[in-house]
Nanobody
Framework: QVQLVESGGGLVQPGGSLRLSCAAS????????MGWYRQAPGKQRELVAT???????NYADSVTGRFTISRDNAKKTTYLQMNSLKPEDTAAYYC?????????WGQGTQVTVSS
């Protein structure tokens, strides 16, 4: 079973920055997409950003220009650099990995943007 371990969440003031990391293990395919999703209380889980094995990225409109997703294929790790954070970015952030018909999730890391 693929395992995903996230880190880097926390409390930050509006306008601040955070960097999330997600390390995958027990994955034995070479072509997979990694991504970040978030879920705020009372809301549905939504896409934040994804990155393919070839480096093609996709972002939600709400984070474009502020967040950057990247990955290190050798380390099987994806990163989410979040700048200019807003209170509405407050949510649990979940790492995701997809390949073939498989879809795996991390346990989530909390990001709280508040003064």
């Amino acid at each position: 079973q693929v395992q995903l371990v996230e880190s880097g969440g926390g409390l930050v003031q509006p306008g601040g920055s955070l960097r999330l990391s997600c390390a995958a293990s027990r994955i034995f395919v070479s072509d997979y997409t990694m991504g970040w999703y978030r879920q705020a209380p009372g809301k549905q889980r939504e896409l934040v950003a994804t990155i393919t094995g070839g480096g093609t990225t996709n972002y939600a409109d709400s984070v474009t220009g502020r967040f950057t997703i990247s990955r290190d294929n050798a380390k099987k790790t994806t990163y989410l650099q979040m700048n200019s954070l807003k209170p509405e970015d407050t949510a649990a952030y979940y790492c995701n990995i997809q390949f073939s018909n498989y879809n795996f999730w991390g346990q989530g890391t909390q990001v709280t943007v508040s003064s």
